[in-house]
T-cell receptor
Framework: DAKTTQPPSMDCAEGRAANLPCNHS???????VYWYRQIHSQGPQYIIH???NNETNEMASLIITEDRKSSTLILPHATLRDTAVYYC????????????FGDGTTLTVKP | DGGITQSPKYLFRKEGQNVTLSCEQN?????MYWYRQDPGQGLRLIYY???????QKGDIAEGYSVSREKKESFPLTVTSAQKNPTAFYLC?????????????FGQGTRLTVV
């Protein structure tokens, strides 16, 4: 699995969009970008994933650059409950849980 | 409701004792995984299994053992050989294949060895 780089921490005002970046310059053609989040002392929760195209679901949007070397997770209207550690992972779409979780980005949403 | 259940949530053991952590899923997932998480760090893979009666070592398997006798269950034993067993342990499961392969995680077991 390709290595990812994320900022260690970010702040966001409640109600504003949170944009979390991830660099994955060594991603290969068959690797997907996955995002999970982990609220303190709980198990990680799947958010979204994509291969080339931008994706949106009820939780977030995922923007992947054309060269696929970086991506951004967007939480459109952050709430206090979105405060968590966000993990960006790149992997092939097999052995789903056999993923390398780095230290992630700690997002703090402030009132 | 379908999901993945880890028990107990908190576990205390004396040094030198083996301890077994439970993980059960009713999602009909083929694959199951165990991760370890230390404070302020990401997750590290201990063992994984893609099929009953078969499993593979992850990045930090030393001092741990697993079994996969049933599709629904993947217990992890922390043996006395594990030098620093105090940690947060997470179990996950997923489908295998090309689609819908995101991992589902349990709520974790926090093991403290004294």
């Amino acid at each position: 699995d390709a290595k990812t780089t994320q900022p260690p921490s970010m702040d966001c005002a409640e109600g504003r969009a949170a944009n979390l970046p991830c660099n994955h310059s060594t991603i290969s053609g068959n690797e997907y970008v996955y995002w999970y989040r982990q609220i303190h002392s709980q198990g990680p929760q799947y958010i979204i994933h994509g291969l080339k195209n931008n994706e949106t679901n009820e939780m977030a949007s995922l923007i992947i650059t054309e060269d696929r070397k970086s991506s951004t997770l967007i939480l459109p209207h952050a709430t206090l409950r979105d405060t968590a550690v966000y993990y960006c992972i790149v992997r092939e779409n097999t052995n789903a849980g056999k993923s390398t979780f780095g230290d992630g980005t700690t997002l703090t949403v402030k009132p | 409701d379908g999901g993945i259940t880890q028990s107990p949530k908190y576990l205390f053991r004396k040094e030198g004792q083996n301890v077994t952590l439970s993980c059960e899923q009713n999602l009909n997932h083929d694959a199951m995984y165990w991760y370890r998480q230390d404070p302020g760090q990401g997750l590290r893979l201990i063992y994984y299994s893609q099929i009953v009666n078969d499993f593979q070592k992850g990045d930090i398997a030393e001092g741990y053992s697993v079994s996969r006798e049933k599709k629904e269950s993947f217990p992890l034993t922390v043996t006395s050989a594990q030098k620093n067993p105090t940690a947060f342990y997470l179990c996950a499961s997923s489908h295998l294949g090309q689609y819908n392969t995101e991992a589902f995680f349990g709520q974790g077991t926090r093991l403290t060895v004294v």
